[in-house]
């Protein structure tokens, strides 16, 4: 391959085909950071209002630093993944305490910081700092994997050093910036996962799996294991005032330190939700409620999970003891306090259910 007309051929492509996307703007170190921890696992389409919205409430990473977990896990709200924010802004405590808060431009530094991995480390280096580092994520190894015919398995942690290594030799190190991000635009734009557009491709007439005509072969990457199915019954529950029983979840574990209505995993006789859901009721909060009938059923699909939650409404008879865990809140209160998607949606449920309950 003659490297020096690839380079030119992708960079010259991304010149003036890139889109326009928010943290394109400048080079910002923290925006270039906060965008590539946002976009991992979720589209980009998807993080553009994310994005803004989250840059709107914390402009700095001073910002960041010395904001209220509350309220960066609600501002993170609806993108999953929520351990992502939680290593963002420890990480960004570091940088605001140890660097006066400029994002440290040496690998070995950033790499250090909680929560950067490789490939974010990559990005920021090259995007940012001009520094001639791989960033390579899924996206670039399907590209590479095509361009340079290789039948690595993807999907193995151990291949990622081939196509880092593949990377170093092909970069601009005049522009790493737009190298990068050109491969990473091209992976989304034109060498896309099924179907590659290979007639628009600026850089076909380099690509070997083109050439061989194998492009719908690669990359190689081996299936995950199936998810595991949790059968859940989930609560709405108000009291005589219409407030609604919250509880946050524990701080380490899956969605930590998000709030959720009361939830019970279900033992295998399905049939029991409601009286499971009450029994852990009563255990918890030492109270009998008046459970309803079903007002509907989410199913919510993690990495290795799959949730199915039966939903329940129901009224408390009693007193609430409110705790900083435990709290009873209005419809308008409910608002200001981080969920996970899944109760959103259970939320969204109840509201249109009581809506259409009303005479």
């Known amino acids: ?38 976009l991992q696992q979720t ?32 501002a993170w709200e609806g993108l999953g993944y ?82 880092e290594t593949a990377v170093r030799e092909l970069i601009s190190h005049e522009n790493p910036s737009y190298f990068n991000q050109a491969l990473m635009e091209l992976g989304a734009l034109i060498c896309t996962p099924t179907s590659p557009s290979c007639l628009l491709c600026p850089v076909r007439e380099h690509c070997e799996a083109f050439h061989e005509g194998v492009q719908n072969e690669l990359p190689v990457k081996t299936k995950k294991k199936k998810q595991k199915n949790v059968q859940l019954a989930a609560g709405i529950f108000s009291d005589g005032e219409g407030r609604i029983l ?31 859901l009450a029994e852990h009721f009563e255990e918890n909060y030492s ?15 993690f990495s290795h999970l799959v949730w199915n939650i039966q939903v329940f409404s129901g009224q408390i008879t009693g007193e609430i003891s409110e705790t900083p865990q435990l709290k009873l809140v209005t419809e308008k209160e409910i608002k200001e306090f981080a969920f996970p998607v899944p109760y959103q949606k259970m939320l969204k449920q109840y509201l249109e259910y009581k809506k259409a309950d009303q005479p």
């Open 287 to 301: 109270l009998a409620p008046k459970i309803g009938d079903s007002i509907g059923e989410i199913d919510h699909v």
């Open 82 to 163: 929520y351990s992502r924010v939680r290593n963002l802004q420890s990480a960004v405590k570091e940088v605001n305490e140890k660097y006066s808060g400029r994002v440290p431009d040496s690998p070995k530094e950033i790499s250090a910081l909680k929560g950067v991995g490789p490939y974010t480390a990559g990005a920021i280096l090259s995007i940012a700092y001009g520094k001639p580092e791989p960033a390579v994520d899924g996206n670039v190894m399907r590209v590479l994997s095509r361009i340079l015919l290789i039948w690595e398995d993807i999907a193995r942690p151990a291949s990622r050093k081939i196509f």
């Open 246 to 276: 919250i509880r946050k979840r524990p701080g380490t574990g899956l969605l930590a330190n998000l709030w959720e209505f009361p939830t019970v995993e279900l033992s295998l006789d399905f049939q029991r939700q409601r009286d499971q």
């Open 43 to 74: 589209r980009v389409d998807t993080v553009i209002p994310y994005f803004n919205r989250f840059l709107e409430n914390f402009p700095t990473i001073e910002a960041l630093a010395y904001a209220d977990e509350e309220k960066v896990l609600k």
């Open 1 to 38: 391959m003659d490297i020096k007309s690839f380079q030119d051929d992708l960079i010259g492509w991304f010149v003036s085909e890139q889109r326009e996307l928010p943290w394109r703007k400048d080079q910002d170190p923290y925006k270039v950071w906060v965008s590539e921890i946002m």
